[in-house]
């Protein structure tokens, strides 16, 4: 059986791709940084947003008359940002690696895609949470992402096969840590918000949680992806704060979070 991965070198992607392997799959890897070589891994070295890039790894693939049985898609990058001071380039890099790049990935292999294949897509838990003050523009990417999946569910649907969303809380990964570390420089770059970004990293540090080991989620998305029956969104690790914040009505939101970072 054959699994095309992306974000493959670290984090989820890596560890996914491990299990893969583990279980006698044929991995196909996609990542812009190196990825580590191991028997049963052909890894591709490149950008997810560059067409000819994933058209070359298809070519390979036709060449070799090699059909998927899945298509899991996990990188993906974090940034902090003012959705009215930061650089806008870079905030559509976000965009364009989170959202459009993955529809890319899905849009070029889905004809090698087996008639009852799978895709499986990452996005965050945030994807069904009201955004964050500085978190915004990650949240809308993972928001678009999360309803991609399921206008794609509902095409994919009608040709028999499924697509799998799962929206992972905290994870030890670089793209977790980024968040730290991307706040630290939205507070060092910041004219509007000084005090609040300031206050928000304090917050940030506090509530964050105990991030899973990337194998423990690894582990749960490949057992529920690989099930018969599988359900169509899947949960885990999620950070209550958020939760209970979410359940309180919109401008309820906006006061407590302002009363916070005041």
Not at 53 to 72: G, H, M, P, R, S
Not at 79 to 106: C, P, Q
Not at 210 to 217: A, D, G, H, N, S
Request: net charge positive.
């Amino acid at each position: 059986m054959n699994v095309l991965i992306t974000g493959a070198s670290s984090g989820i992607g890596k560890a996914l791709s491990d299990i893969f392997l583990e279980n006698n799959y044929q991995v196909y890897a996609i990542d812009i940084s190196d990825i580590d070589k191991k028997d049963n891994l052909v890894s591709f070295k490149g950008d997810i947003r560059d067409k000819e890039f994933l058209l070359k790894i298809k070519e390979e693939l036709i060449t070799q008359n090699v059909q998927l049985d899945y298509i899991v898609n996990v990188a993906g990058v974090h940034m902090m940002a003012s959705l009215v001071e930061s650089d806008f380039d870079k905030m559509k890099r976000l965009i364009d690696i989170n959202l459009t790049g993955t529809m890319l990935v899905n849009h070029t292999f889905h004809n090698q895609l087996k008639e009852k294949g799978r895709i499986v897509i990452v996005t965050s838990e945030v994807a069904s949470f009201d955004p964050m003050p500085f978190n915004g523009l990650y949240n809308v990417s993972k928001t678009a992402l999360d309803t991609y999946a399921q206008a794609l569910r509902q095409e994919l649907n009608l040709l028999g096969q499924k697509v799998i969303t799962f929206r992972p809380g905290a994870v030890q990964t670089p793209l977790c840590s980024s968040s730290l570390t991307g706040t630290q420089n939205l507070v060092d770059s910041t004219v509007l918000y000084k005090k609040q970004a300031g206050k928000f990293l304090k917050f940030v540090k506090k509530f964050m949680g105990k991030p899973l080991p990337p194998e423990r989620m690894a582990k749960f998305i490949f057992k529920k992806s690989v099930k018969k029956h599988p359900r169509l969104i899947y949960k885990k690790h999620q950070n209550i704060g958020l939760v209970l914040l979410n359940i309180l009505p919109k401008r309820w939101q906006c006061g407590i979070i302002k009363l916070l970072l005041k």
